[in-house]
């Protein structure tokens, strides 16, 4: 089963995304740790992972290329309010999936969850290959 692997230090925002990604289906994983998300990925437990900005003191730029080397294939979608268009390049540039808002209201959960749908249809696709 794929798995959704949810990384952010701010707890309301995990909960809140935990809830919707569960009773959207998903199979979900929450952490605050960088060491439990590493975790998770290098047991293939999650596929794609939804990465605050921070959390264990690093940040998701110092973040993205460890949890890249664990898996080259793990799709990663930035959840992020007041992120600098330069910082979003060089992201992308280290291979975020989709950069998104936190969800603060039902358009932008809405918005999350297609980003969730398609990240895992790409993968699908993927393994069809």
């Not at 540039?93 to 358009?107: D, Q, R």
């Amino acid at each position: 089963m794929l798995g959704l692997l949810i990384a952010d230090e701010d707890i309301d925002c995990r909960k809140q995304m935990a809830e919707f990604f569960i009773e959207a289906g998903y199979n979900v994983i929450v952490t605050n740790s960088a060491a439990n998300a590493l975790s998770g990925i290098l047991k293939k437990a999650a596929q794609v992972v939804l990465l605050g900005t921070k959390f264990d003191e690093l940040t998701a730029a110092d973040l993205i290329p460890l949890l890249k080397q664990c898996n080259r294939k793990l799709t990663i979608i930035l959840v992020a309010a007041n992120t600098s268009l330069p910082l979003i390049r060089k992201l992308r540039s280290e291979g975020i999936f989709y950069h998104a808002l936190k969800p603060v209201n039902a358009e932008d959960r809405e918005e999350l969850k297609q980003a969730v749908q398609c990240a895992f249809e790409s993968l699908r696709s993927e393994q069809k290959e």
